[in-house]
């Protein structure tokens, strides 16, 4: 993923298993230097790859993972994780509970004060939402209609407008043999 400003690109090395575990790189447009951080503490989710995404001012990363050696009360340790890009110090954002079938496709709002992702389908529902990360309010964006849902396979990625009014992303409905698709904008 780019950095906004062009400079830097960040990638994943390794593959994030109790073996390997994620390695960011971090390399400048500008020099060719490689900056490596090793992130022990994440590692990846079910058939999820890391998929890092750049915050608005550069300082950090947003990703989808999971955390190691994680055990909090009705919690499972996947959801999104913010990635310090100086100091490799990673921060849960969010974390999957008891009532939520998983959290992917993060992306940060122009102002970097919000991130938005989608819900896999939990019984018959697929969702998109939107975290306040100052007071971890979250605000229901869209709801599928069954058995429509809002994809995550081989579109996973949530795009943003830059100004931050407009969200686009792949429906599909799941009940038609041919699977019909849709992009969809909601404003």
Do not use: C
């Amino acid at each position: 993923n780019w950095s906004r400003d062009g400079r830097y690109l960040a990638y994943a090395l390794g593959r994030g298993t109790a073996y390997d575990p994620f390695i960011l790189g971090i390399r400048s447009t500008k020099t060719g230097e490689e900056r490596r951080l090793r992130l022990d503490k994440l590692m990846r989710h079910g058939g999820h790859g890391f998929d890092p995404r750049w915050s608005p001012d550069g300082r950090f990363i947003l990703a989808d993972a999971r955390q190691r050696d994680y055990a909090g009360p009705l919690m499972d340790s996947q959801g999104l994780y913010r990635i310090d890009v100086q100091t490799g110090s990673v921060t849960p954002l969010v974390q999957t509970t008891a009532a939520m079938a998983g959290i992917d496709s993060p992306a940060w709002s122009p102002d970097g004060r919000a991130i938005f992702e989608r819900r896999p389908p939990l019984g018959d529902r697929s969702r998109i939402v939107t975290r306040d990360l100052e007071t971890g309010e979250e605000k229901e964006l869209y709801r599928a209609v069954p058995p429509a849902q809002a994809h995550h396979w081989p579109t996973s990625n949530l795009a943003v407008s830059p100004d931050g009014q407009r969200l686009a992303f792949v429906w599909t409905d799941a009940k038609n043999v041919d699977r019909t698709t849709a992009l969809m904008v909601l404003a």
